[in-house]
Every structure is written in structure tokens, then in C-alpha cells.
């Protein structure tokens, strides 16, 4: 609908169809969940236009409940199935924008009655009226705990209904980096979700008017309803067998005009590949912005006889809520990282919102990859209840601008102390990733405890009472002020170990590392001290740290 309406507003001359099998275009399908949790009140709010709206305002042709079922690239035809039956239509220009379906995993019993799919308004409309009577009574399982299983877990929540959440890989929401994923799992704990991790589902069975879903580790949950989130797969079957090239997943290769290899054929959206702006790796990446840009680019390239601007290599930025947090991130995860084998180094942060010293600050935990040559921004990501979307758009801005990390330091940032801090904690990624780059600070990572156990002196420079409160096993705990004084005590005890500082958030462990290392003593200073050891470790942490 993008490319429709672009195209009209660049030209009066063309005549502009689009088929829809479905009974709406343009609804807000980002939208879904927040009908089903009751926060969008009526299911008209979700249709943006119809196909009367189109057409007054756009002289779109919109014809619902047409099919297209075959394309004719040589005579330049779509064979369409509609409500009066089968007719080719002629085309000079045709953009493919068919999206993705709900992929089906090889489960057993997922035609059941009770296995529903988010993707269209009926979906949610179905889905919130059966559980509407008596929420309470519903146990719902979420099958895939992605960015639709997140948010339809958070929204039958809110309903009222009983929610488990089950995911196949070792953590929800997978490009998450696992320190950040378990903050939306204790989340989602404290809601009241249940969550499984690394656990498949192998089947679901009825059993009278419930379901059973049975799991790869022989736990059986029953289910009311189970809502399938297990990702997508592009509905491009038909358009492969008309010639046009897809890839191995079935979505759609295109240039970066958007053409096809087929003339006068274009595709956007879900169903192409696109080209990572970090990584440079081709995949899907099916979110609503790219989608939207695309439509409005190859409406320019159709109508324009020059070339026109190239689609953008997406950053695959996204944002999802879960209870009362935000989960956001833009540009490059770790494991994409390590697969274009791209190097990097990784910087964790807990700044507050806003001033500390205003009413109602709160901490937020950023990660930002950078390249540890160059300071090249390669991905951030961040999880808190407030100001996480903020920090998110702000890097994606700067990764698209091809800032440098250092750089951060410079930008001007609004600040006044309900919104923000003299250093933002943007800045403060500023600060840290040029002390990394000039050598002023030398970082040791969450990943790395183990080695650090065996090899190295574990410094906590907390307080005493905070070391009480749980504390890496092997540690020597000496306060960042008391340092000073008892260098010798710490020199002795590292025995020409090197030294890895820690602290809560990395902030005083920093201090410590610049005494040490004054001292000419080796040192490393722990990216987000304990609070991010601690997500790091999730359910290992009472192997490394104790007590007392
Ligand atoms: P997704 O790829 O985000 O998540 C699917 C999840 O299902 C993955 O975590 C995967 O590991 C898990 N899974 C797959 N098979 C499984 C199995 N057999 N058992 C248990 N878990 C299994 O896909 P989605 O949530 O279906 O969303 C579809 C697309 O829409 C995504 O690309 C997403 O980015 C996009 N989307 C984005 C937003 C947002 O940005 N807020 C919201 C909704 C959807």
C-alpha cells in the first residue's frame, strides 16, 4: 500500500490495482497484540484504510478477496482468483508484496482447533473473544518466544489469561544477547509468565476440550489456546514458480532499486532479502519500517526515468515491551558478528534515564559492539523500563550516519534533569569507547569469569557490605578507596596474576584499574561489573558467586 499510494502522488496517469486474497488492506498488524491485551478497544481502530479510503483519496483500485495465483512474466499477466471468478490481468509494471506466513515447525497437532496464529485482524478478534468471558480460565501456551510471542505472551497476560511461554533456543528472543534476554525473562517471571527455554515442543494433542503440548524434555503443559510465533516464512511459492529467483528460504532477491530478475517486476517487503548494513550478510528482515521505505523507493524508481535512491541496508532496529521494560536494538548481535567474522569488542552500561538526583530516575543496561581498531558503532542494544528506546534510536542514528563510537562524546544531546544527565548516557559510550581506544581502559567480559577464576586475582573494590551480598568465589575484596593504601596487600595476593576489578556497574572497578595500573600492576577492568555478571551467568550464577 506504500508503493500504491507513493505512486499516485508522483503520477495521475497510471491506472493502480491491488489484489488482496485477505478482507483488509493496510491494517495496523503491528497493531494485533494491543487489541488482544484490550488496549486498542475496537478492532475498527486497526483498519488504517479501506478500500473505499483508497480510492476517494488516492484513485487506488483495491480489490479484496482476489487471489493471485499465477504470474505470466513474458505476456506481462497475474492470473487472479476473485468472487467472480478467474481473469488475467495485464501489467506494464507488477510489485510483489505478498509478506509471510506463520512458518509451521514439523509439530504434530498444529491443525488443531485451538492453535492460533497473530497475523490477520480476525486472528485477534477470534482470539479475544473466546478467552473474553472468563479469562481466568484460559491457560494459553505461546509457542516461540520472538517479537510476536513476546508481545502476544504480554498481551494475554494482560487479559487476564494464564500464560507459558515456551522457546527452542537457549533464550527468549533470540538476537537478544543473553545478559540482556535474561533481564525480559526475570520480567516476564515477575508478570506471573512462565517461561521454557531450550526446549523444544515435539506435538500437541487434543484432549477433550483442551490441548496438550508435549515438550522434548517429557513435560506435558495443558493449553487452552496455544498461540504459534515460531517465526515466518515468505508466501512467495507462486511467484517462484513464475520465475522469479528466490533464495534458499524462498525469500525474494532483488536489487537494490527493488527490481527482480524478471522485467518490470519488483518485490518489497517481508518476503525480499535484504542486505545486513553491519555484516553485510543477505537475509529477510521482515519489519514494518524497511517494508515501508521500500514500497515508497520502488514507487520512485517505477515512476522516475533516472535512477533512483537505492533501498537502505537495514540495521534491523527493533523495540518490543514486555511488562513494565523495553527491549530494544539496532545493528549487529554478537553471534552475526562472529559469523561475518567481523571483530569486535563489547561495552556494557547501567546509566540512569535521567538525573539521579530527580524524582523517578531509573537504570538502564546498554550494550554497544564496537570495532576495537577503528571504534566503528557495529550494534547496541538495551533493556529498562524507561529511556531504552531513546539511547537505541539515538545509536541507530549514529550507526547509519557512520559515526564512530568515540565520536558519541560530541553529540548535543537535550538535557535538563527529568529527561536526561549532563553526560547522557550516550556520551558516557562516548567516554568509554575512546578511554578503550586510547588505552586508558582495558575491559575484561562477562564471558571471560572462568578464566579469570583460574588465572587471574578477582579484585571486588565493592564494599564490604555488598561483597557480603554475593561475591565471585575466588575474590579479594579491597574498597576503590582503600585502595591506595593497600596496594602491597593487593600486590601479594596477585602474585604476578593479572587483575581482574570488578565492581557493581564498572564505574568505581575503572577508578581501581587506573590506581592499579599507575601502579604498574596488569589489570582489566569487568564490562558492567556484577549487574551484568550476575544476567550473564542467569541460572549458573550460584556456581560462581556466593554469599557472606
Ligand atoms: P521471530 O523470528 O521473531 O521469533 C520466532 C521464535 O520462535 C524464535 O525465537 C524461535 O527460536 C522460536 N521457535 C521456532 N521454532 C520453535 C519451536 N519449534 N519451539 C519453540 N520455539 C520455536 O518471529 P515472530 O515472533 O513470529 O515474528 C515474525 C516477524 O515479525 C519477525 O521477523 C519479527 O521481527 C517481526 N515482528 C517484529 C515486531 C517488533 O519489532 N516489535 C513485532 C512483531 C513481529
Redesign the pocket.
Known sequence: MSAAARLRRLTEEAEIIVFEQGDAVSFA??GL?YYLSGEIKSRDDLLVQTPASMRAALDVDVRLHHKVTAIDAAAHTVRVEGPQGVEDVAYDQLILSPG?V??R???DGLDLDCVHTLRTVNDAVAMRDAVSGDPASWHAVV??????????AEALHMAGVDVTL????PH????LEPEMAWLVRQELTRMGVRVHEG???TSITADGRRAVVHMADDQQLPADLVL?????TPATTIFAAGGVVCDERGSILVDDQGHTNLIDVWAVG?ATVSRDAVTGARR?????GPAQRGGRLVADAIASDRPSRPLPNPL?S????VGGLTAAMSGANRAGLVTAGIPFTTMHLHPSDHAGYFPGAQQMHLIVHMDPATGRLLGAQGVGPSGVDKRIDILATAMRAGLRAQELIDLDLCYSPPYGSAKDPINMVGYLADNMLTGQTTLWQPGDIDSARREALVLDVRTPSEFASGHVREALNVPHTELRARLDEVRTAADGRRIAVMCQSGVRSYIAHRILVASGLASSTLSGGMLTLQAWLGTRADEVITKG
Request: glycine share 8%; aromatic share 2%.
Open positions: 498488524s503491528c497484540p509471510t506463520a512458518a515447525p514439523p509439530i509457542l516461540g518466544a520472538g517479537f510476536i510471542g513476546l508481545e502476544a515456551l522457546e527452542a533456543a527468549v528472543l533470540p538476537p526446549v523444544a515442543v504459534l510465533s515460531a517465526g515466518t517481508d529477510p528482515v521482515p519489519l514494518a534491523a527493533a523495540i518490543v515491551r
